[in-house]
Nanobody, 123 residues
Framework: QVQLVESGGGLVQAGGSLRLSCAAS????????MGWFRQAPGKEREFVAG????????SYADSVKGRFTISRDNAENTVYLQMNSLKPEDTAVYYC????????????????WGLGTQVTVSS
């Protein structure tokens, strides 16, 4: 099993940047595909970005492509989400998730979830 704890959320003006971190417990972090999802009030949870166990493969939602970057440090058991050029529509709770699959863009294929961190982008 793996436990996930997100950090780095906050309030930022439109056009600003934030870097989210997700610290994982357990000695097998490097065997999990990792993803970031978000959920805004009244909306369904949506895929933001994902990476394979090695970090060699990444994918992004079209809405964040070119603005967000996912990366991981297996030595530190941490996955990151660098968010640039933030927009008000990026406001949501951001969740880190782990999957035993190599990679997935769908939330129901992730077995482990953090509690989330709030990101609020003001206009």
């Amino acid at each position: 099993q793996v436990q996930l704890v997100e950090s780095g959320g906050g309030l930022v003006q439109a056009g600003g940047s934030l870097r989210l971190s997700c610290a994982a417990s357990g000695r097998t972090f490097s065997s999990y595909g990792m993803g970031w999802f978000r959920q805004a009030p009244g909306k369904e949870r949506e895929f933001v970005a994902g990476t394979s166990w090695s970090g060699g493969y990444t994918s992004y939602a079209d809405s964040v492509k070119g603005r967000f970057t996912i990366s991981r440090d297996n030595a530190e058991n941490t996955v990151y989400l660098q968010m640039n050029s933030l927009k008000p529509e990026d406001t949501a709770v951001y969740y880190c998730a782990a999957t035993v699959d190599t990679h997935s863009n769908t939330w129901y294929e992730y077995q482990y979830w953090g509690l989330g961190t709030q990101v609020t982008v003001s206009s």
